[in-house]
């Protein structure tokens, strides 16, 4: 890791080479294949982001803090999406919580709490696993006022609902992924990154050694002052810590679909804000798995109750979220796994 900076200089000159030269994959490079796969990829739509989140967000939702009503009113409201969508739960059927002793949150929560998970088995290698993660948690009433979190994780929940969606839409069509995804969604994150850990150090779903990727997350429905005037862009963190072969797929990936201008400014070993470590793929990356942390970057709005859902610019988050399908099909149907460096 203290190799980074010299990496990061490798990585932008092979990746100008391998820009002209990649299909979207060995596997994908026919051209039916991929207009069907971008036809699941339409799925997602900006229309069916904005009607979850408003709910999602809403006060009823009470600011959604672990282990109070609220969170346990989205649980419900993400259970409910994949038991009508016909997605299984990996537990047992009709179980989609991975349940959290309050103990396990050092005195940061009152009450126990849960994951809520659901899974695609694979066709070929479904012991292999894609997981994919956003926070269904945040930081509840303070003040007397409800911070609704549409952004911090309101837009990363909806988002992976509507990947699964994707994901589910290609099965129905006979189009089952290689390998099994996981759609994970943690709770405890803005106490501590606690439901990732407890799923990543106390009880994998699937084993680890098997787990060959993690994509998280975490804040995607803004605009920060960076890129006021210059709006299609997400940050992407982690993505070439483990893997250089997982930078250059999501690289090729983009450039193949939804071209998004991705931005590295926070990926580096020394960025003051020290944002690898404060998100969920932390505890997966911790552990060897590749990751990639997608964010839009920090906003006045910021864990504040302004943070609320008809701030959120719609088109874009379908566009990144399309981004970040694509990039899970791909490490999910690919020859082989991504290899660690
Ligand atoms: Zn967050």
């Not at 439901?195 to 990543?200: E, I, L, Q, T, W």
């Not at 964010?295 to 910021?302: I, V």
């Amino acid at each position: 890791m203290k190799k980074l900076l010299i990496i990061l200089v490798i990585v932008s000159s092979i990746c100008f080479g391998c820009k002209k030269t990649s299909n979207i994959s060995e596997s994908e490079s026919d051209d039916s294949l991929s207009s069907r796969v971008s036809q699941y990829a339409n799925t997602i739509t900006a229309k069916e982001l904005k009607e979850m989140l408003f709910t999602y967000a809403s006060d009823e939702f009470q600011g959604r803090k672990t282990g109070e009503p609220g969170q346990k009113k989205a649980v419900s409201f993400i259970k409910e999406h994949y038991v009508t969508n016909h997605i299984p739960s990996p537990i047992t059927e009709n179980d989609y919580f991975q349940e959290i002793p309050v103990s396990y949150f050092e005195g940061k929560a009152d009450s126990d709490s849960e994951n809520v998970i659901a899974y695609i088995k694979g066709s070929e290698k479904p012991e292999e696993v894609v997981i994919i993660t956003a926070h269904l948690d945040h930081i509840g009433i303070k003040d007397g006022e409800i911070n609704n979190g549409a952004d911090d994780d309101g837009s990363g929940t909806v988002a992976l609902m509507e990947i699964a969606e994707a994901f589910k839409a290609a099965k129905e069509a006979g189009h089952v992924s290689k390998r099994s995804i996981v759609f994970l969604h943690v709770t405890g994150e803005e106490l501590g990154l606690f439901g990732s850990r407890y799923y990543a150090d106390e009880d994998p779903i699937f084993p680890l050694e098997n787990t060959i990727a993690n994509l998280n997350i975490d804040m995607i429905g803004r605009v920060d002052k960076r890129h006021e005037n210059k709006p299609n862009y997400l940050y992407l963190i982690g993505s070439d810590w483990l893997s250089l072969e997982l930078h250059q797929l999501s690289e090729t990936v983009n450039d193949s679909t939804v071209k998004l201008d991705l931005d590295y400014f926070y990926n580096g070993e020394r960025d003051p804000n020290m944002f690898y470590y404060r998100s969920d793929h932390y505890n997966f990356a911790k552990h060897d798995i590749p990751s990639i942390f997608y964010f839009n970057g920090l906003h006045d709005d910021y864990h504040k109750p302004t943070d609320t859902p008809e701030k959120i610019n719609y088109s874009f988050l379908e566009t990144r979220a399309k981004l970040i399908f694509y990039t899970a099909w791909e490490l999910a149907n690919r020859k082989n796994r991504v290899q660690l460096d």
